[in-house]
């Protein structure tokens, strides 16, 4: 940059500080390539990039009254620019932590706890020892209806009427069986 472009900023911004409002728009055309390149440097991505240069300006534009006019007005700018930079790498920080908080909880959540695994395992106990009080035909009916083969179950496969009959009366058994154990379910 050379030093006319700097003293026509600072010149630019003194105006604007105090009041010319028609120097709005050269301000705006000298600073934005300058800032929007910088943000750019800084950050690697021309979204965010442009994203921040934008609030930069917006923020230079309200401030502009504090401007110190003794002061280099680019320097100032800039200044404005990586804050607004800082922020927007603190809210990309923020959403990789979110996401990887929403990752591990998703991970955990999946996962049983003790509790219900004791519970699985209890319960698991307990039909064994209700289908254990059933007769063996009704026992390997509903082992066959889970798709689980019984080496002691006949091998000749009755039809699907028959089965299904079969698995009915083996049910109401079965439920017969818990309630007298275990009361209602």
């Known amino acids: 940059m050379t030093p ?25 055309d000298a600073l934005w390539p300058l ?4 943000c750019a440097r800084a950050l690697g991505n ?24 003794e002061r280099d007005a ?4 800039l200044t404005i620019a ?7 790498r603190r809210r990309a920080t923020r959403r990789r932590e979110d996401a990887h908080d929403a990752e591990s909880y998703e991970r955990s959540s999946s996962r049983e706890s003790p509790e219900d ?9 307990a039909v064994r020892d209700v289908l254990a009080s059933l ?3 009704d026992a390997a009916t509903i082992a066959a209806s889970f798709g689980l083969s019984n080496a002691n179950a006949p091998t000749d496969a009755p039809s699907p009427a028959t089965f299904r009959k079969r698995l ?9 069986a818990w309630r007298t154990k275990h009361g209602t379910p």
Do not use: H, K, M
């Open 74 to 77: 680019l320097a100032w700018v």
């Open 135 to 137: 007769r063996p035909e």
């Open 117 to 125: 695994l004791l519970i699985d395992r209890d319960l698991c106990a």
């Open 46 to 69: 021309a979204a965010d990039a442009e994203d921040a240069a934008q609030q930069a300006l917006v923020r230079v534009f309200e401030q502009v009254a504090d401007y110190d006019r």
């Open 168 to 176: 009915q009366r083996a049910l109401e058994r079965l439920r017969g």
């Open 82 to 88: 990586g804050y607004e930079v800082r922020t927007i």
């Open 4 to 28: 006319d472009a700097r003293a026509q900023i600072t010149s630019l911004l003194a105006r604007l500080a105090d009041g010319d409002r028609s120097a709005v728009d050269a301000a705006f």
């Open 35 to 38: 800032v929007r390149d910088f």
